[in-house]
């Protein structure tokens, strides 16, 4: 089956066009747009009228590249940003005019589901259990599980509500950091209440901002999908490419060869949240007489949403 997966977060909008036979993924095409389309969401709980049209014009482009591949079923979920805004009728009604389909705004849970399916469909059970970290623009959701989900929570803090709310400015200051530092404690303490940290085997990181920290860990001169997917990675790489990312400038930032322009403002954030959360589980996993296993995955709930369609086509 033929299938068309579109995931709408806080910051971009991707697209994956895939043939899925017998539960195997064969991409086609992916696009990815940064649209900030949660800009100021946490501030004004309503979408502005530039990340609208920023939002619009990326799935018009998408619509044209979908049409040319005919497939057979489409799905556009919506995540975080677009739960509780106050005009989403408005995002919703565009989407559908351009693409034909009312976009499906996914709780929580459901995000946390595609994202672990979509990650772990290729791994063994001699991995598991895993923990699937999906770092967004305004959600982090911590994914526990084996064949299937056991426990899942979903936070509200991501890169770009992170940014807004303790360090919109170039090179954060110490207080900045302590402040976002604190206010991520806060939040994983109470993750910590639903999703046992001290029980994975296996950490897998997924999104953007997590891949595209690990290309500077690895020193790529370009994004290179195929070196970033599958990459071991340490809570030291992690932790020393957080502190060089945030003392940077944004010159220095937008200049990194592997750096979208659109994360160059909220990249420093999400690697503090990205370091403080495997900090945090490798201390439990540790404790408990165990060793984690850091690893770095280009699929994640873009891809579970293609499988899911393709699983739930009769």
Not at 157 to 180: C, F, K, N, Y
């Amino acid at each position: 089956m033929r299938v068309a997966a579109f995931d709408c977060g806080t910051n971009s909008l991707r697209l994956l066009i895939a043939d899925v036979v017998d539960g195997t993924l064969t991409d086609l095409r992916r696009e990815t747009r940064i649209v900030r389309l949660g800009q100021g969401v946490d501030a004004t709980g309503q979408f502005a009228p530039e990340a609208l049209e920023r939002t619009f014009a990326a799935a018009r482009e998408f619509a044209e590249v979908a049409a040319e591949y005919q497939p057979e079923k489409l799905r556009f979920v919506a995540t975080s940003a677009s739960r509780d805004v106050k005009n989403r009728d408005e995002f919703f009604a565009g989407i559908f005019e351009i693409l034909g389909i009312v976009p499906d705004v996914i709780t929580g849970d459901e995000e946390a589901r595609l994202s672990f399916l979509g990650a772990t469909a290729n791994l063994s059970d001699a991995e598991a259990p895993f923990v699937v970290m999906d770092l967004g623009g305004g959600s982090t959701e911590l994914v526990l599980g084996t064949d299937d989900v056991d426990a899942a929570v979903s936070m509200d803090i991501g890169s770009v509500r992170l940014t807004e709310r303790h360090m919109p400015v170039e090179t954060p200051d110490d207080a900045q950091i302590r402040a976002a530092l604190t206010d991520i404690d806060a939040q994983l303490d109470q993750a910590a209440q639903i999703v046992d940290f001290s029980a994975p085997h296996t950490f897998i990181g997924v999104a953007g901002t997590v891949t595209t920290i690990t290309a500077g860990i690895l020193g790529l001169e370009s994004y290179q999908r195929e070196r970033i997917h599958g990459a071991h990675i340490s809570v030291a790489d992690i932790a020393g490419e957080s502190r060089r990312l945030l003392a940077m400038d944004r010159s220095t930032r937008a200049g990194l060869p592997y750096m979208h322009p659109g994360r160059v403002d909220v990249i420093g954030a999400g690697s503090l949240l990205f370091s403080r959360i495997v900090e945090r589980f490798e201390t439990a996993v540790t404790g408990a007489g165990g060793q984690l296993d850091i690893r770095i995955s280009e699929t994640d709930i873009l891809d579970g949403t293609a499988l899911d369609l393709a699983l739930t086509s009769s």
